[in-house]
């Protein structure tokens, strides 16, 4: 593999993750991505969205508080 495609993968994989994070961000802002690497490279990028809702059963917004009870 030469060195310009070897970069355009790195730069492939990097957008791709960051696009993963930014889903989260936008959706329910809960979650995690996990980045698998085999022999130094990226094999497989994974995103876990979190749905959280309070004892009410309402969803919890990302950018507020649960209401106290």
């Given at each position: 593999?030469?060195?310009?495609?070897?970069?355009k993968?790195?730069?492939?994989?990097?957008?791709e993750i960051l696009?993963?994070?930014?889903?989260?961000?936008?959706?329910?802002?809960?979650?995690?991505v996990e980045i698998v690497l085999h022999e130094g490279h990226v094999t497989q990028i994974e995103k876990r969205e979190k749905l959280r809702f309070t004892q009410d059963h309402t969803k919890v917004s990302p950018t507020a508080?649960?209401?106290a009870k």
């Open positions: 593999m030469s060195l310009q495609s070897s970069s993968n790195n730069r492939d994989v990097s957008q696009r993963a994070v930014e889903e989260l961000k936008q959706g329910s802002g809960f979650g995690s508080p649960a209401k």
